[in-house]
């Protein structure tokens, strides 16, 4: 019986009888070597478009433990139909989407770190991170955290954190922080949105006294 492979990381498993004299070095050792660079290799992508690993059952970047992608970006790039775990660096100047070619991709944006997980079909972003950052990222949204949970939470601490003392940002002295009910954003008040307010006012103040007058009345 011939020697065969494993499915995941393509090593080399050893028939009985087989390889005699030759199963130490170089057979054991090519293995190592191989298991070495799946636990802590990196590999490196220069992206110029769509792209797929290379996946053999000799040296291949698709048992790498650690990927950067370069380049262009804005490119997809398919894994092997296994399951594997990556830790993800998008060094290119676009997005990076992952895939098995079916199933659920998992994008990084430019300049994001992520822990990416395919279980053969689907690929999921574990955690996510910029170059020096500590950016939250999720499936889909380079910018957004990846699930609901993480999402309220999120909302629920920003405030009550910074009670009173919200974080300052470069660059927007005399801003405030507006939303349009789904994206908040530091912006300077403009003269509509003090038209509003005048006019909100004004209102709240007319229904305040046309109740002074009716509760006067009624005594």
Known sequence: MPSSFTPRLRLEMQAAGE???????????????????????????????????????????????????????????????????????????????????????????????????????????????EFGGARLSGIGDPVSPQDAVTRAYVDAQVFASFSGALPGQAGNAGAVLKTNGTSPAWAVLSTGDLADYVADQASRGAAQRAFAVAAALAL
């Open 19 to 129: 390889n005699l004299n030759t199963w130490g070095a170089p057979k054991l050792n090519a293995v190592i070597a191989r298991l070495d660079f799946a636990i802590a290799g990196w590999t490196n992508v220069a992206l110029t478009g769509d792209y797929a690993l290379t996946a053999s059952n000799g040296d291949d970047e698709a048992r790498s433990a650690l990927l950067k992608f370069t380049g262009t970006g804005g490119s997809t790039v398919t894994l092997p139909s296994v399951s594997k775990r990556y830790d993800v660096m998008n060094g290119a100047a676009g997005p990076v989407t992952l895939t098995t070619g079916a199933g659920t991709v998992a994008i990084l944006g430019p300049g994001e770190l992520a822990t990416v997980i395919s279980d053969g079909v689907h690929v999921y972003k574990v955690r996510a991170t």
